[in-house]
């Protein structure tokens, strides 16, 4: 178990279809990462958060948008879904930001499908 | 042409044997060099990282990075059953504002 935390699990939901997935981090760790992982493209960085301010920005739609809380933990809502956005999306954490961490830790991922 | 090339496999091997597994890059500023491992249904966690070139071991894995040949490698010896994950190379400029790159993932199966 690496500390981080991520909900929901599983998620189903329609195209057009708005949705908000969560992400507590390992104690202590003051960044946050987001990244969506699929068969064809792999795991992808979306964005990073560190202590509330965003920090690195990678290919994320402008669809989908993310924040991070006084207490740390974050959010990433994707905004009318489509069929292609069905992937694994994981959330990771680390102690330190800037420059941005090798060693990561990885919450279980949630598995959305957009049907 | 993908920042980080990695062959998907699936790899198979029979216990005890030595795998090696390889990611080549194209981005030659690539500073920090790093290997995640992630089982089914769980998220990937760091199995080992290189800083520059060299190698690093740590028990039977041991990491190698070529800079010269813009190329990295993952030994794993006398493989075990639980093992059995995909491999995941990951790259770092080290610079604020840049993420890791990751390559697609190598699956491996070690069987008894």
């Known amino acids: 178990d690496s500390g981080v935390t991520q909900t929901p699990k599983h998620l189903i939901t329609a195209t057009g279809q708005r949705v908000t997935l969560r992400c507590s981090p390992r104690?202590?760790?003051?960044?946050v990462y987001w990244y969506q992982q699929s068969l064809d493209q792999g795991l992808q960085f979306l964005i990073q958060?560190?202590?509330?301010?965003?920090?690195a920005k990678g290919n994320i739609l402008e669809r989908f948008s993310a924040q991070q809380f006084p207490d740390l933990h974050s959010e990433l809502n994707l905004s009318s879904l489509e069929l292609g956005d069905s992937a694994l999306y994981f959330c990771?954490?680390?102690?330190?930001?800037?420059?941005?961490?090798?060693?990561?830790?990885f919450g279980p991922g949630t598995r959305l499908t957009v049907t | 042409q993908k920042e980080v090339e990695q062959d998907p496999g699936p790899l198979s091997v029979p216990e005890g044997a030595i795998v090696s597994l390889n990611c080549t890059y194209s981005?030659?500023?690539?500073?920090?060099f790093m290997w995640y491992r992630q089982y089914s249904r769980k998220g990937p966690e760091l199995l080992m990282y290189?800083?520059?070139?060299g190698n690093k071991e740590d028990g039977r894995f041991t990491a190698q990075v070529d800079k010269s040949s813009k190329y990295i490698s993952l030994f794993i010896r006398d493989s075990q059953p639980s093992d059995s994950a995909t491999y995941l190379c990951?790259?770092?400029?080290?610079?604020?504002?840049?993420?890791?790159?990751f390559g697609k993932g190598t699956t491996l199966s070690v069987s008894s």
């Open positions: 958060y560190y202590n509330g301010e965003e920090r």
């Open positions: 990951a790259m770092s400029l080290n610079q604020a504002g840049t993420a890791l790159i």
């Open positions: 990771a954490s680390s102690v330190t930001g800037t420059p941005i961490s090798y060693e990561q830790y």
């Open positions: 981005n030659s500023a690539f500073q920090y």
């Open positions: 290189t800083y520059s070139s």
């Open positions: 104690s202590g760790d003051l960044s």
